[in-house]
C-alpha cells in the first residue's frame, strides 16, 4: 500500500457527461500528479499540483481540469467525454519537486478505471 | 516522440534464472531514471532508480545499470521468482519533475 488512495475504483459512464476523479496523497506530500494510461500505452503525464499551485502541465486536453485544495487531496475532472477518454488514470504523490536536483520518487495511488460508453 | 523505449513487449524466464530487461532513452537531459513494477489492478510500485552520474545501482535482488554513451538501461534481476511475474515501467525525469515512461515490458517468471 503506497498511502496514495482513489476515488472510485471504477467509473462508468455516457459520452458528454462530466466526471470527477479524486485522489488523496500521503501524508506529508505536497505535490501531487496525474497521469493516464490508455489502452496498449504507458503512462502519460497529465499536470502536476504542489502545496495548492499548479507546477507542470503534460499533455493534457482542454476539457481536462485539476486543481488541489487546502488539505492537498487533489480532483481530476473530465467534461465532455469522449470514446478515446476510456483509460485508467493515476494519481501519484511525492513530498516536493525537486528544487535542487535529486531525486523525489513518486508514489502511486491504485488508479480509478474509467470507462465511457 | 517517444523519449523512454522499451522495445520488448515480453519476457518470459525461468525461476532462479536471471531475468534482464532493457530501455533506451533518447533525451539526454533526463537525470534520473527509475522502474516501476505494476501488478493487474493496482498503481505503478516503485523498485529502483539511479541517477545519470552512476552506472550502477543495486538493492537486494535488483540491480539496474546505465550506460549513458549508449543512452541505454537495464534492470537486472537476480534469481528471478515468480512473484516477479508483472508488468515493468522504465521511466525517467528532469530535475525532478514529471515522469517519461516506456510502454512496459510483461515479466512472466516460470516455476
Known amino acids: 500500500d503506497s498511502g496514495v488512495t482513489q476515488t472510485p475504483k471504477h467509473l462508468i459512464t455516457a459520452t458528454g457527461q462530466r466526471v470527477t476523479l479524486r485522489c488523496s496523497p500521503r501524508?506529508?506530500?505536497?505535490?501531487v500528479y496525474w497521469y493516464q494510461q490508455s489502452l496498449d500505452q504507458g503512462l502519460q503525464f497529465l499536470i502536476q499540483?504542489?502545496?495548492?499551485?499548479?507546477?507542470a502541465k503534460g499533455n493534457i486536453l482542454e476539457r481536462f481540469s485539476a486543481q488541489q485544495f487546502p488539505d492537498l487531496h487533489s480532483e481530476l475532472n473530465l467534461s465532455s467525454l469522449e470514446l478515446g477518454d476510456s483509460a485508467l488514470y493515476f494519481c501519484?504523490?511525492?513530498?516536493?519537486?525537486?528544487?535542487?536536483?535529486?531525486?523525489?520518487?513518486?508514489?502511486f495511488g491504485p488508479g480509478t478505471r474509467l470507462t465511457v460508453l | 516522440d517517444q523519449q523512454v523505449k522499451q522495445n520488448s513487449p515480453s519476457l518470459s524466464v525461468q525461476e532462479g534464472r536471471i531475468s534482464i530487461l532493457n530501455c533506451d532513452y533518447t533525451?539526454?537531459?533526463?537525470?534520473?531514471f527509475l522502474w516501476y513494477k505494476k501488478y493487474p489492478a493496482e498503481g505503478p510500485t516503485f523498485l529502483i532508480s539511479?541517477?545519470?552520474?552512476?552506472d550502477k545501482n543495486e538493492d537486494g535482488r535488483f540491480t539496474v545499470f546505465l550506460n549513458k554513451s549508449a543512452k541505454h538501461l537495464s534492470l537486472h534481476i537476480v534469481p528471478s521468482q515468480p512473484g516477479d511475474s508483472a508488468v515493468y515501467f522504465c521511466?525517467?525525469?528532469?530535475?525532478?519533475?514529471?515522469?517519461?515512461f516506456g510502454a512496459g515490458t510483461i515479466l512472466r517468471v516460470k516455476s
Open positions: 533525451n539526454s537531459m533526463f537525470d534520473y
Open positions: 499540483y504542489y502545496n495548492g499551485e499548479e507546477r
Open positions: 539511479i541517477s545519470s552520474i552512476k
Open positions: 501519484a504523490s511525492s513530498v516536493a519537486p525537486s528544487l535542487a536536483g535529486g531525486l523525489d520518487t513518486q508514489y
Open positions: 501524508s506529508g506530500d505536497l505535490s
Open positions: 521511466a525517467a525525469t528532469e530535475y525532478g519533475n514529471k515522469l517519461v
